[in-house]
T-cell receptor, first 112, second 114 residues
Framework: EDQVTQSPEALRLQEGESSSLNCSYT??????LFWYRQDPGKGPEFLFTLYSAGEEKEKERLKATLTKKESFLHITAPKPEDSATYLC?????????????FGKGTTLSVSS | AAGVIQSPRHLIKEKRETATLKCYPI?????VYWYQQGPGQDPQFLIS???????DKGSIPDRFSAQQFSDYHSELNMSSLELGDSALYFC?????????????FGPGTRLTVT
């Protein structure tokens, strides 16, 4: 069964303190790993799609990387406005064709 | 840039009532997905449509039905509402069936069943 596990569940950082969020996945044939940001009461905001091991993508202070078993979302010098829940999702060959299977998310709090 | 539009944003219903949620995808997006997110939970896939035909089905209760219309907007119909149906319902759209460019989520409809 396809599964996504994110760690840690919650992360508190000081402004400027870089860190990484982890997304471990088990899927029979990865057809894409997705990172989203979600603010309370709002819809997930698409950040990145990664398809193959070794792939990296960057956007402002965020950088996503992918290996065969996990993905990391690196946050460099975070600011308070980066505070949100970061969701990881995968598509594999087992699940309903185009649906995303989400992890529980990592809630990031950045204080100034 | 245009985003996914959902209406209503908030809805309060009583048990056993019906509800209809609407979703207007981003222009030129032909694929629509519905997700349910309970409090403190991750989004759970319900159903998707591609070119007005049902594409995939997830954990959607038999009490729920959905369709995509000729203008690509979609509606999620929920009947015999239960307290456990209280959740955020998100619609997402994609410009391609394989979601290669990602799925873009709307702001959600918060349904409260009392």
């Amino acid at each position: 069964e396809d599964q996504v596990t994110q760690s840690p569940e919650a992360l508190r950082l000081q402004e400027g303190e870089s860190s990484s969020l982890n997304c471990s996945y088990t899927v029979s044939g990865l057809r894409g790993l997705f990172w989203y940001r979600q603010d309370p009461g709002k819809g997930p905001e698409f950040l990145f799609t990664l398809y193959s091991a070794g792939e990296e993508k960057e956007k402002e202070r965020l950088k996503a990387t992918l290996t065969k078993k996990e993905s990391f979302l690196h946050i460099t010098a975070p600011k308070p406005e980066d505070s949100a829940t970061y969701l990881c999702a995968v598509r594999g060959f087992n699940q309903a064709g185009t649906a995303l299977i989400f992890g529980k998310g990592t809630t990031l709090s950045v204080s100034s | 840039a245009a985003g996914v539009i959902q209406s209503p944003r908030h809805l309060i219903k009583e048990k056993r009532e019906t509800a209809t949620l609407k979703c207007y995808p981003i222009p030129r997006h032909d694929t629509v997905y519905w997700y349910q997110q309970g409090p403190g939970q991750d989004p759970q896939f319900l159903i998707s449509f591609y070119e007005k035909m049902q594409s995939d089905k997830g954990s959607i209760p038999d009490r729920f039905s959905a369709q995509q219309f000729s203008d690509y907007h979609s509606e999620l119909n929920m009947s015999s509402l239960e307290l456990g149906d209280s959740a955020l319902y998100f619609c997402a759209s994609s410009p391609d069936r394989e979601s290669l460019s990602g799925q873009y989520f709307g702001p959600g409809t918060r349904l409260t069943v009392t």
